[in-house]
């Protein structure tokens, strides 16, 4: 799986990824975090482009990981929602990682998880990024 930062047009995505309604780029990534207050300052933010991870089913938008990476998969370009959403939702893990080690988050899995949805639902149900 490679990591790309930008498609070939600045604008639109391009073949598998043509339906996704955000273009794949880290201008967009940079307009939703600051339209949402969401922070993403001091995070390696890296938008992948696997044709693969295009499976509505499975549903996986992205992933956070050790050292402050963040890879964003291309379900996360599906609306506006789905960015925000990822966004807040892995910057969520980081605040865990860095608060409770990230072996002991993914030790335990499934609780982290738990709490990072919930939060993640509440934000958006109760529009916290407009306070």
Do not use: C
């Not at 307009?31 to 922070?39: G, V």
């Not at 929602?81 to 892995?90: I, N, Y």
């Not at 499934?110 to 990072?116: L, Q, R, S, V």
């Not at 958006?124 to 306070?131: G, H």
């Amino acid at each position: 799986m490679g990591r790309l930062y930008m498609t070939s047009d600045k604008y639109r995505n391009i073949k598998s990824f043509e339906d996704l309604r955000i273009p794949q780029t880290m201008d967009e990534v940079i307009k939703i975090a600051n339209d949402f207050n969401i922070d993403i300052l001091g995070y390696t933010i890296s938008i992948i482009l696997d044709p693969e991870l295009l499976d509505v089913e499975k549903g996986y938008t992205g992933g956070a990981y050790e050292n402050n990476e963040i890879d964003l998969y291309p379900l996360a370009f599906a609306d506006t929602e789905s960015l925000a959403r990822t966004l807040f939702h892995e910057t969520y893990h980081q605040k865990q990682y860095a608060q409770y080690g990230h072996d002991n988050v993914i030790q335990d899995y499934t609780k982290y998880e738990k709490i990072t949805r919930n939060a993640e639902k509440s934000w958006w149900d109760n529009k916290e990024w407009l306070k």
